[in-house]
Protein backbone atom coordinates (compact mmCIF):
# COMPACT_ATOMS: atom_id res chain seq x y z
CA UNK A 1 0.00 0.00 0.00
CA UNK A 2 2.04 2.86 -1.47
CA UNK A 3 0.94 6.57 -2.25
CA UNK A 4 2.91 9.19 -3.74
CA UNK A 5 6.28 6.62 -2.77
CA UNK A 6 5.20 6.53 0.73
CA UNK A 7 4.58 2.57 2.11
CA UNK A 8 1.43 3.19 4.47
CA UNK A 9 1.18 -0.12 5.54
CA UNK A 10 3.15 0.18 8.58
CA UNK A 11 1.58 3.22 9.53
CA UNK A 12 -1.72 1.76 9.06
CA UNK A 13 -0.15 -1.54 11.35
CA UNK A 14 1.31 1.00 14.12
CA UNK A 15 -1.86 3.12 14.72
CA UNK A 16 -4.28 0.26 14.92
CA UNK A 17 -2.26 -1.49 17.62
CA UNK A 18 -2.12 1.80 19.32
CA UNK A 19 -6.21 1.93 19.44
CA UNK A 20 -5.84 -1.30 20.56
CA UNK A 21 -3.64 -0.47 23.69
CA UNK A 22 -5.76 2.26 24.24
CA UNK A 23 -9.03 0.46 24.39
CA UNK A 24 -7.61 -2.77 26.08
CA UNK A 25 -6.29 -0.37 29.03
CA UNK A 26 -10.24 1.16 28.92
CA UNK A 27 -11.72 -1.89 28.73
CA UNK A 28 -9.59 -3.72 31.85
CA UNK A 29 -10.60 -0.81 34.10
CA UNK A 30 -14.12 -0.46 32.99
CA UNK A 31 -13.77 3.07 31.62
CA UNK A 32 -17.47 4.20 30.32
CA UNK A 33 -16.77 5.10 26.71
CA UNK A 34 -14.17 2.46 25.83
CA UNK A 35 -14.55 2.85 22.52
CA UNK A 36 -14.56 6.28 22.33
CA UNK A 37 -10.46 7.07 21.65
CA UNK A 38 -10.66 4.27 19.17
CA UNK A 39 -12.93 5.86 17.13
CA UNK A 40 -11.71 9.53 17.68
CA UNK A 41 -8.56 7.86 16.01
CA UNK A 42 -10.31 6.43 12.83
CA UNK A 43 -12.24 10.17 12.82
CA UNK A 44 -8.62 11.64 12.72
CA UNK A 45 -7.25 9.26 10.22
CA UNK A 46 -10.67 9.83 7.59
CA UNK A 47 -10.61 13.51 8.12
CA UNK A 48 -6.76 13.89 7.66
CA UNK A 49 -6.48 11.88 4.94
CA UNK A 50 -9.09 13.99 3.45
CA UNK A 51 -7.30 17.50 4.16
CA UNK A 52 -4.35 16.36 2.99
CA UNK A 53 -5.81 15.65 -0.39
CA UNK A 54 -7.17 18.91 -0.40
CA UNK A 55 -4.45 21.12 0.57
CA UNK A 56 -2.17 19.41 -1.92
CA UNK A 57 -4.13 21.15 -4.22
CA UNK A 58 -5.02 24.78 -2.51
CA UNK A 59 -1.87 25.31 -0.61
CA UNK A 60 -0.38 28.03 -3.40
CA UNK A 61 -3.90 29.03 -3.75
CA UNK A 62 -4.62 31.84 -1.02
CA UNK A 63 -8.31 32.11 -1.82
CA UNK A 64 -8.81 28.58 -1.24
CA UNK A 65 -6.53 29.16 1.61
CA UNK A 66 -8.66 31.42 3.16
CA UNK A 67 -12.36 28.89 2.21
CA UNK A 68 -10.28 25.79 4.22
CA UNK A 69 -9.51 28.39 7.11
CA UNK A 70 -13.16 29.77 7.27
CA UNK A 71 -14.55 26.05 7.24
CA UNK A 72 -11.98 25.14 9.61
CA UNK A 73 -13.12 28.54 11.91
CA UNK A 74 -17.03 27.15 11.64
CA UNK A 75 -16.44 23.89 12.60
CA UNK A 76 -14.13 25.15 15.64
CA UNK A 77 -16.84 27.20 16.88
CA UNK A 78 -19.41 24.68 16.45
CA UNK A 79 -17.51 22.22 18.71
CA UNK A 80 -16.84 24.91 21.22
CA UNK A 81 -20.61 25.53 21.35
CA UNK A 82 -21.56 22.24 22.38
CA UNK A 83 -19.20 21.55 24.66
CA UNK A 84 -20.45 24.60 26.62
CA UNK A 85 -23.83 24.57 26.14
CA UNK A 86 -25.10 25.35 22.90
CA UNK A 87 -27.64 27.78 21.67
CA UNK A 88 -27.67 31.01 19.48
CA UNK A 89 -26.04 33.10 22.36
CA UNK A 90 -22.96 30.71 22.77
CA UNK A 91 -22.50 30.26 19.43
CA UNK A 92 -22.40 34.16 19.14
CA UNK A 93 -19.65 34.41 22.13
CA UNK A 94 -17.74 31.85 21.04
CA UNK A 95 -17.74 32.98 17.03
CA UNK A 96 -16.83 36.62 18.38
CA UNK A 97 -14.11 34.95 20.90
CA UNK A 98 -12.56 32.90 18.72
CA UNK A 99 -12.52 34.98 15.86
CA UNK A 100 -11.14 38.05 17.32
CA UNK A 101 -7.84 36.32 19.50
CA UNK A 102 -7.15 34.52 16.31
CA UNK A 103 -7.53 37.38 13.89
CA UNK A 104 -5.43 39.78 16.28
CA UNK A 105 -2.36 37.10 16.72
CA UNK A 106 -2.42 36.55 12.85
CA UNK A 107 -2.41 40.33 12.06
CA UNK A 108 0.38 40.62 14.65
CA UNK A 109 2.36 37.51 13.53
CA UNK A 110 2.35 39.40 10.00
CA UNK A 111 2.38 42.85 10.75
CA UNK A 112 5.99 42.76 12.99
CA UNK A 113 7.45 40.60 9.80
CA UNK A 114 7.66 37.25 12.45
CA UNK A 115 7.17 35.40 9.71
CA UNK A 116 6.14 35.93 6.09
CA UNK A 117 3.18 36.58 4.87
CA UNK A 118 3.01 33.58 2.92
CA UNK A 119 -0.14 31.38 1.70
CA UNK A 120 2.08 28.58 3.56
CA UNK A 121 2.16 30.57 6.61
CA UNK A 122 -1.52 31.78 6.88
CA UNK A 123 -2.36 28.26 6.45
CA UNK A 124 -0.41 26.85 9.39
CA UNK A 125 -0.91 29.10 11.94
CA UNK A 126 -4.16 30.31 11.29
CA UNK A 127 -5.01 26.39 11.48
CA UNK A 128 -2.95 25.64 14.81
CA UNK A 129 -4.73 29.23 16.43
CA UNK A 130 -8.13 27.99 15.59
CA UNK A 131 -7.60 24.78 17.24
CA UNK A 132 -5.92 25.92 20.25
CA UNK A 133 -8.13 29.22 20.58
CA UNK A 134 -11.44 26.19 20.07
CA UNK A 135 -10.20 24.24 22.96
CA UNK A 136 -9.10 27.20 25.41
CA UNK A 137 -12.73 28.86 24.78
CA UNK A 138 -14.24 25.07 25.83
CA UNK A 139 -12.03 25.32 28.95
CA UNK A 140 -13.04 28.65 29.94
CA UNK A 141 -16.46 28.53 28.82
CA UNK A 142 -16.91 25.30 31.35
CA UNK A 143 -14.81 26.46 33.62
CA UNK A 144 -16.54 29.63 34.40
CA UNK A 145 -19.74 27.44 34.31
CA UNK A 146 -18.99 24.64 36.39
CA UNK A 147 -17.61 27.75 38.75
CA UNK A 148 -20.59 29.78 38.78
CA UNK A 149 -23.05 26.62 40.10
CA UNK A 150 -20.92 24.97 42.19
CA UNK A 151 -20.66 28.30 44.25
CA UNK A 152 -23.53 29.66 43.51
CA UNK A 153 -24.41 30.74 47.11
CA UNK A 154 -21.83 32.81 47.19
CA UNK A 155 -22.74 34.49 43.79
CA UNK A 156 -26.45 35.27 45.61
CA UNK A 157 -24.37 36.63 48.71
CA UNK A 158 -23.02 39.05 46.81
CA UNK A 159 -26.12 40.19 44.76
CA UNK A 160 -27.87 40.36 48.19
CA UNK A 161 -25.41 42.80 48.91
CA UNK A 162 -25.94 44.89 46.07
CA UNK A 163 -23.41 43.81 43.60
CA UNK A 164 -23.96 43.72 39.81
CA UNK A 165 -24.26 40.25 38.40
CA UNK A 166 -21.15 40.97 36.52
CA UNK A 167 -19.01 41.96 39.84
CA UNK A 168 -20.78 38.48 41.42
CA UNK A 169 -18.90 36.73 39.71
CA UNK A 170 -16.01 38.25 38.66
CA UNK A 171 -13.56 36.19 40.70
CA UNK A 172 -14.55 33.68 39.42
CA UNK A 173 -14.01 34.83 35.82
CA UNK A 174 -11.23 35.58 36.38
CA UNK A 175 -9.86 31.98 38.10
CA UNK A 176 -11.87 30.40 34.95
CA UNK A 177 -9.55 32.74 32.62
CA UNK A 178 -6.32 31.76 34.03
CA UNK A 179 -7.47 27.87 34.57
CA UNK A 180 -8.31 27.64 30.94
CA UNK A 181 -4.70 29.18 29.66
CA UNK A 182 -2.91 26.57 32.15
CA UNK A 183 -2.16 24.07 29.31
CA UNK A 184 -0.99 26.71 27.37
CA UNK A 185 1.49 28.26 29.71
CA UNK A 186 2.62 24.65 30.96
CA UNK A 187 3.31 23.95 27.36
CA UNK A 188 5.52 27.00 26.55
CA UNK A 189 6.75 26.56 29.54
CA UNK A 190 8.42 23.19 28.55
CA UNK A 191 9.49 23.67 25.41
CA UNK A 192 12.55 21.77 24.45
CA UNK A 193 12.60 20.50 28.06
CA UNK A 194 9.49 18.18 28.06
CA UNK A 195 7.98 18.12 24.57
CA UNK A 196 8.69 19.08 20.88
CA UNK A 197 6.09 20.59 20.12
CA UNK A 198 4.21 19.17 16.37
CA UNK A 199 5.03 22.24 14.85
CA UNK A 200 8.91 22.01 15.75
CA UNK A 201 9.28 18.66 14.57
CA UNK A 202 7.07 19.09 11.58
CA UNK A 203 9.20 21.97 10.07
CA UNK A 204 12.09 20.71 10.66
CA UNK A 205 10.95 17.16 9.01
CA UNK A 206 10.07 19.96 6.15
CA UNK A 207 13.56 20.48 5.78
CA UNK A 208 14.08 23.52 8.02
CA UNK A 209 17.15 23.66 9.92
CA UNK A 210 16.52 23.62 14.05
CA UNK A 211 17.37 27.44 14.18
CA UNK A 212 14.41 28.50 11.57
CA UNK A 213 12.04 25.70 12.98
CA UNK A 214 12.64 27.04 16.30
CA UNK A 215 12.09 30.54 15.13
CA UNK A 216 8.54 29.10 13.82
CA UNK A 217 7.68 27.52 16.92
CA UNK A 218 8.67 30.41 19.37
CA UNK A 219 6.31 32.38 17.09
CA UNK A 220 3.47 29.81 17.00
CA UNK A 221 3.42 29.19 20.69
CA UNK A 222 4.17 33.47 21.63
CA UNK A 223 0.40 33.33 19.22
CA UNK A 224 -1.14 30.96 20.75
CA UNK A 225 -0.72 32.65 24.06
CA UNK A 226 -2.36 35.93 22.58
CA UNK A 227 -4.94 33.92 20.71
CA UNK A 228 -5.92 31.99 23.92
CA UNK A 229 -5.90 34.95 26.25
CA UNK A 230 -7.92 37.34 24.22
CA UNK A 231 -10.47 34.05 23.68
CA UNK A 232 -11.13 33.39 27.55
CA UNK A 233 -10.73 37.16 28.46
CA UNK A 234 -13.60 38.27 26.14
CA UNK A 235 -15.58 34.50 26.80
CA UNK A 236 -15.39 35.16 30.60
CA UNK A 237 -16.18 38.90 29.85
CA UNK A 238 -19.46 38.45 27.70
CA UNK A 239 -20.69 35.31 30.00
CA UNK A 240 -19.76 37.19 33.21
CA UNK A 241 -23.07 38.90 34.10
CA UNK A 242 -25.12 35.71 35.80
CA UNK A 243 -28.81 36.47 37.18
CA UNK A 244 -29.93 32.71 37.73
CA UNK A 245 -27.71 29.56 38.42
CA UNK A 246 -26.45 28.34 35.07
CA UNK A 247 -26.91 24.84 33.61
CA UNK A 248 -23.50 23.18 33.59
CA UNK A 249 -22.98 21.36 30.04
CA UNK A 250 -22.51 17.22 30.26
Known sequence: MTIDGIDLLPTVIGVLVL????????????????WTPSLAILRGALQ????????????SQPAWIGVALLVMFGIATGVATRRTGGGARTLLIMTTSIGAGAVVSIGTVFATGALAPT?????????????????????AGR????????????????LALGATPRRSTLDLARRAVREALIPSIDQTKTT?????????????????????????????????????AITAVLIATWLGPVRTKPVVAV
Open 19 to 34: AAIATVALVAFRVPGR
Open 48 to 59: LAVISAILTGIV
Open 119 to 139: PRYLLAIGAILIGNSMSIATL
Open 143 to 158: RFTASVADRWDEVEGW
Open 192 to 228: GLVVLPGAFVGAIFGGLSPLEAGRFQIVVLAAIMAAG
